[in-house]
């Protein structure tokens, strides 16, 4: 059977529509008119144990798109970069921004100012709100870039007094988390907010194909691009995605989602967004890597939801304290960033009582592709194509494989960018005239209908003229019980052409090579063996916790 053929099957048997209808909404910051609308007094985003309701979500954005449009000279169109850790003041400024017709420049605060500047001149950003624990580092690289206005913001701007003079004072005087910085004219976010109340703000009223987010990838990979986002393609993902929360228990404007993944990653933006529209609440954790914060939050938000990847996961189930908590309320586990391998779901199943269910996408997507419905979990796979896209696995001359047959996930929908932002020659390379994106990334469709990613093109390493997936291997090694987490790379070998290396964190100190070399040679063929193991404290991740293959091969 086709490879979409048995897709579409597999959407019938989940109860997943085949298509999504007319876009939900206009724009992104219709989405939360409608929210404030029919939640107007229920919780809409926490950090720092501060909560907004929906009516004040509106009235900061409002105001802040007012000092834009009143006391700036940016106009529609015009970016602005904004570079924070999950606090309430990003939704309030990525919104009010949107709501005066700016494009988003969503920006890791953890850049280096080389990576800053590059984003900063490539995007073409006017104005920048940044943490003021950031600032030091951006106050630089400023003056090399077309940055005209700056607002800086403090971790509890928007908490009440006293308690935001005491998160404030601490962070700067006691924690010397503030290093000090010299921006001229930068503007403090209360303040802004303040001037912007006394006037109303004129809406933006944007098509759907104009842009709004410039979603930066392929840092890991290349220099990074802006993938443009419209606001149709991630009204229409959030669409798509919505399926998800058809195949459970959700009760609109009553569950609580906890989301440690930064906002300037696209799958927490997604979620965040998704969130706003049902109505429910959203837990901002500002540091992700604070093990136990994150515990903590779990206890105290009681969350029905939780959105992770792989390494959270891991460690989360390692921590006593997690493993002792009340997981009766939580009803979903969300996947996505990285692969989530066997050994972390099953864990997270053992501790929490709870399924994960993984998802797939690409800030070229918006960023969902596929994912698993809660009702027809496939442990292994990234799910069914999502509502409206159509999916094709190519071999290397662009003809179409047999089901189950590795190939290139070629997908075409609403949800895919419009392009790079000023780089129609990097677009040609992976969007074709007709609408299709070649992800990057190996894929097989099971005999059920499901998406499997086998791996990365770029880190399949050949040995003896065979294909071999590293994601295969990580899966097989991590699986030993006293493996906490791996990863596969290639090297060159002068009598296989390559062989695999595997870098492995122990979960106890008595781990040996030969014992893994046994476990190893019991579940795989001969040329997958690993030819060395590497044995580490810990492994390259980017901030939002992948591995990083390619700095494990360049060193």
Known sequence: MHAMELIERARVSAGMPQHVGLLEYDSVQAVLAAAVARFPDKPALSSLGHTLTFRELDRLTAAFASWLQHHTDLQPGDRIAIQMPNLVQYPVVCLGA???????????????????????????????????NMAANAAPVLPHTGIRHVVVTELADLHPFPRRLLINAGARYLKKMVPPYHIPGAVALREALARGARQAHREAAPAPDDVAVLQYTGGTTGVSKGAMLSHGNIVANMQQAGVLFSTYDFREGEETLLLPLPLYHIYAFNACLGMLARGAHTVLLPNPRDLQSLVAAFRDSRCSGFAGLNTLFVALCNDAGFRAL?????????????????????????????????????????????????????????????????????????????????????VRGPQVMLGYWNQAGETAKVLSPEGWLHT???????????????????????????????????????????????????????????????????????????????????????????????????????????????????Q
């Open 98 to 132: 949107l709501r005066a017709g700016l494009i988003v420049v969503n920006t890791n605060p953890l850049y280096t100012a080389r990576e800053m500047e590059h984003q900063f001149q490539d995007s073409g950003a006017t104005a920048l709100v940044l943490l003021a």
């Open 326 to 410: 009340d997981f009766s309320r939580l009803k979903v586990t969300m996947s996505g960033g990285m692969a989530l391998t066997m050994a972390a779901a099953r864990r997270w199943k053992e501790v929490t009582g709870v399924e994960i269910v993984e998802g797939y996408g690409m800030s070229e997507t918006s960023p969902v592709i596929s994912l698993n419905p809660v009702n027809a979990n496939h442990l292994g796979t990234i799910g069914i194509a999502v509502p409206s896209t159509e999916v094709r696995i190519l071999d290397d001359d662009g003809n179409e494989v047999e089901a189950g047959e590795p190939g290139e996930l070629v």
């Open 440 to 554: 990057g990334d190996v894929a097989v469709v099971t005999p059920e209908g499901y998406l499997k990613i086998v791996d990365r093109k770029k880190d399949m390493v050949v040995v003896s003229g065979f294909n071999v997936y590293p994601n295969e291997i990580e899966e097989v090694v991590v699986a030993h019980p006293d493996v906490l987490e791996c990863a596969v790379v290639g090297i060159p070998d002068e009598r296989t052409g390559e062989a695999l290396r595997v870098f492995v964190v122990p979960r106890h100190p008595g781990l040996t090579e030969q014992a893994l070399r046994d476990f190893c040679r019991e579940n795989l063929t001969g040329y997958k063996m690993p030819r060395e193991f590497v044995f580490r404290a810990e492994l390259p991740k980017s901030n939002v916790g992948k591995i990083l293959r390619r700095e494990l091969r360049d």
